[in-house]
C-alpha cells in the first residue's frame, strides 16, 4: 500500500512532506518500539516505525533499516532540527493523536484487510 493511502486512511499528519516521492512509498508493514536498539534488530525495509520517540537519533535509525516512515504517536511532535533532519535523510515523518496500541491496531486492519475495522 502506498503511503499516501495510508496518510489518507489513517488521518496522519506529515511533518516533512517535502520529502521528495513521499506518497509513493510502499509500506509492508509496521513495527512498534521506543527502544532504539530493538528497532534496529527488528525494524524491516518498507515498514513503518511507530513510537513516541520524537529525537534526532530515530532518524538515523529509520535510514538504517530503510523505513518506509516513522509515525510518532500520541500527538507528540518533533523539535525543528529533527523534522530538518528528517527531511534531509528523506524520512518522512508523519503523526497521529491516537496512542500507539490505537494507531497499531488501525493499521494492521488497513495493512491486512485493507480497510479500517
Given at each position: 500500500?502506498?503511503?499516501?493511502?495510508?496518510?489518507?486512511?489513517?488521518?496522519?499528519?506529515?511533518?516533512?512532506?517535502?520529502?521528495?516521492g513521499?506518497?509513493?512509498?510502499?509500506?509492508?508493514?509496521?513495527?512498534?518500539?521506543?527502544?532504539?536498539?530493538?528497532?534496529?534488530?527488528?525494524?524491516?525495509?518498507?515498514?513503518?516505525?511507530?513510537?513516541?520517540?520524537?529525537?534526532?537519533?530515530?532518524?538515523a535509525?529509520?535510514?538504517l533499516?530503510?523505513?518506509?516512515?516513522?509515525?510518532?504517536?500520541?500527538?507528540?511532535?518533533?523539535?525543528d532540527?529533527?523534522?530538518?533532519?528528517?527531511t534531509?535523510?528523506?524520512?518522512?515523518?508523519?503523526?497521529t493523536?491516537l496512542?500507539?496500541?490505537?494507531f497499531?491496531?488501525?493499521?494492521?486492519?488497513?495493512?491486512?484487510?485493507?480497510?479500517?475495522?
Amino acid at each position: 500500500m502506498k503511503l499516501s493511502e495510508v496518510v489518507k486512511a489513517l488521518e496522519l499528519k506529515v511533518f516533512n512532506p517535502e520529502v521528495e516521492g513521499w506518497e509513493m512509498i510502499e509500506v509492508t508493514w509496521g513495527y512498534t518500539s521506543d527502544l532504539l536498539s530493538d528497532v534496529i534488530a527488528g525494524l524491516s525495509k518498507d515498514e513503518l516505525w511507530i513510537t513516541i520517540q520524537r529525537h534526532l537519533n530515530v532518524i538515523a535509525v529509520a535510514k538504517l533499516k530503510d523505513a518506509a516512515g516513522i509515525v510518532i504517536t500520541k500527538g507528540l511532535v518533533p523539535d525543528d532540527a529533527t523534522v530538518k533532519k528528517a527531511t534531509e535523510e528523506r524520512v518522512v515523518l508523519l503523526g497521529t493523536e491516537l496512542n500507539s496500541f490505537e494507531f497499531c491496531g488501525k493499521l494492521y486492519n488497513l495493512l491486512r484487510y485493507g480497510e479500517i475495522r
